[in-house]
């Protein structure tokens, strides 16, 4: 590679509604004139499966809401316990082998946009620690231990830029109105307070038209590029594209 080791590694982060999706998609195209990229999702999507539970027929709403229940219950009698842990620390491990593909393809070449990032700085649903409130003893503060580590490995690579995309709660319930306002709201306030080990970050007013959100990510993804003296490859022949462009 010229003047840069690695390919660029670009961070898109903001609450469910704020267009990260959308966002990534347009990007990908863009910066695939260019060079090789490819969008790596790494969240953990067990929102999604809540979701898909809830729209089960006859009885997936009532299991979805007892799910939930056992959850927060949780949480408020001092951390999970053990099969709730056990579950939890399986969507982190999801997270991590998704990390390590992205990690993969950036080292065979690939420019990374990656939709969501890792952080430790605020645990929950904003990419965060979901044992941090574990007790620290027994099996389940070995689990919460384990998922500690593995998110200090992943947190240790740092983006070349973050893109954040800030929207308000109401935005949000009207772009997702199938996402429950609780968990939208905690993470509507999160997202501010989010950092990535001192890497750039860059703010997007995602309330305003997509056109000029996407002119805003792509200028400063130009600007930081330039920067980095960031090319594309030089002698070796890209792998296959992943369909779709996207790494799951």
Same mark, same amino acid.
């Given at each position: 590679?010229?003047?840069?080791?690695?390919?660029?590694?670009? %961070? /898109?982060?903001?609450? !469910?509604?704020?267009?990260?999706?959308?966002?990534?998609?347009?990007?990908?195209?863009?910066?695939?004139?260019?060079?090789?990229?490819?969008?790596?999702?790494?969240?953990?999507?067990?929102?999604?499966?809540? @979701?898909?539970?809830? @729209?089960?027929?006859?009885?997936?709403?009532?299991?979805?809401?007892?799910? $939930?229940?056992? %959850?927060?219950?949780? $949480?408020?009698? =001092?951390?999970?316990?053990?099969?709730?842990?056990?579950?939890? #620390?399986?969507?982190?491990?999801? *997270?991590?082998?998704?990390? *390590?593909?992205?990690? *993969?393809?950036?080292?065979?070449?690939?420019?990374?946009?990656?939709? *969501?990032?890792?952080?430790?700085?605020?645990?929950?649903?904003?990419?965060?620690?979901?044992? +941090?409130?574990?007790?620290?003893?027994?099996?389940?503060?070995?689990?919460?231990?384990?998922?500690?580590?593995? #998110?200090?490995?992943?947190?240790?690579?740092?983006?070349?830029?973050?893109?954040? &995309?800030? /929207?308000?709660? !109401?935005?949000?319930?009207? @772009?997702?109105?199938?996402?429950?306002?609780?968990?939208?709201?905690?993470?509507? +306030?999160?997202?501010?307070?989010?950092?990535?080990?001192? %890497?750039?970050?860059?703010?997007? !007013?995602?309330?305003?038209?997509?056109?000029?959100?996407?002119?805003?990510?792509?200028?400063?993804?130009?600007?930081?590029?330039?920067?980095?003296?960031?090319? =594309?490859?030089?002698? $070796?022949?890209?792998?296959? &594209?992943?369909?779709?462009?996207? %790494?799951?």
């Amino acid at each position: 590679m010229n003047g840069h080791e690695r390919p660029p590694l670009i %961070a /898109v982060v903001g609450c !469910d509604g704020s267009g990260k999706s959308t966002l990534t998609e347009a990007l990908l195209a863009w910066m695939n004139e260019a060079r090789p990229t490819v969008i790596c999702h790494l969240g953990k999507q067990s929102g999604n499966i809540g @979701r898909r539970i809830g @729209r089960l027929p006859l009885m997936g709403e009532r299991l979805d809401r007892s799910i $939930q229940s056992k %959850a927060q219950k949780a $949480q408020a009698e =001092g951390g999970p316990a053990l099969p709730e842990a056990l579950v939890i #620390y399986a969507f982190s491990l999801r *997270r991590v082998r998704r990390f *390590r593909h992205m990690l *993969r393809l950036r080292a065979e070449g690939w420019a990374i946009i990656a939709d *969501r990032f890792p952080q430790l700085l605020r645990p929950g649903p904003m990419d965060g620690l979901g044992l +941090a409130g574990a007790r620290p003893s027994g099996l389940v503060g070995l689990l919460a231990r384990a998922e500690r580590s593995r #998110y200090e490995d992943m947190v240790a690579t740092v983006p070349d830029l973050v893109l954040r &995309l800030n /929207v308000s709660l !109401d935005t949000a319930m009207r @772009r997702k109105p199938d996402h429950r306002p609780r968990s939208l709201a905690r993470k509507v +306030a999160d997202v501010p307070h989010l950092s990535f080990a001192g %890497a750039p970050i860059v703010e997007l !007013d995602a309330e305003q038209p997509f056109d000029v959100v996407l002119a805003q990510a792509q200028s400063a993804i130009g600007a930081r590029l330039a920067t980095l003296d960031v090319g =594309g490859p030089d002698d $070796q022949v890209a792998p296959p &594209l992943p369909t779709n462009g996207h %790494a799951s």
